[in-house]
């Protein structure tokens, strides 16, 4: 499946409003809008895009799959107000069975940040000249290794992540580097991993790791499952 033309065909379709846009779905798919705290069926989220009035233009900024999985980044503008939505699709035989969206409203940095000067705006320009570079010509890598693993911090919770070196990444967890999550839990140690082939395998691997409960990886560390 060319998870690529789906996302643009999916996108066309709530940007034209299109009720055919449930045809991307499973008939029991699941739909979150985490911004709002709301579920909803098929037929609600083709309501919720239908019956809100207004023309609408859709901008697909960035997109990634990992396995079955898609993530898409789009600029939406919709009755005059700009949002940025990122989805986070799970895909089965060519449908969506569960689609994760977070909407935000573009607004101006705060007025103190910009007062202090801390950070610039981005330059769009720049971005989509980058965008539309021609891409050169590489020298393939040789294979690599890829990781899944679970690290066990100070107060006994478990903390998955996939890397293409596992040493390297361990020590930066170690010294408060590795991410706001273990940095705030130290001290941390390797308890358990995994090796892959290829980091989409990894990802997708460590995505799983994430849906576990703390029960089911203390089970993985223990080596019962």
Partial sequence: MDMERFAKRYWKCVADQDRMMEKCFSEDAVIRWQTTDEEFTVADLVEAHCQRPGRRKVVIERMQRVGEHLVTVVHLWMEGTSYYVTSFFQMHRGRIVQLDEYWGENVEAPQWRTEAQ????????????????????????????????????????????????????????????????????????????????????????????????????????????
Wanted: glycine share 6%; aromatic share 8%; net charge positive.
């Fill in 118 to 225: 801390i950070g610039t705006r981005i330059d769009r320009r720049r971005k989509k000249r980058k965008a539309e570079a021609p891409v050169e010509k590489t020298v393939e890598k040789p294979a690599e290794t890829n990781y899944t693993y679970l690290l066990r911090c100070a107060d006994g919770s478990l903390y998955a992540g996939w890397t293409n070196d596992l040493e390297k990444r361990l020590e930066a967890h170690q010294s408060g580097k590795g991410g706001k999550y273990t940095k705030a839990h130290l001290p941390v140690e390797l308890v358990y991993h995994e090796t892959f082939d290829t980091k989409e395998e990894a990802m997708r691997r460590e995505y799983e790791l994430k849906q576990m409960t703390k029960a089911q990886k203390e089970a993985l560390v223990q080596g019962t499952i």
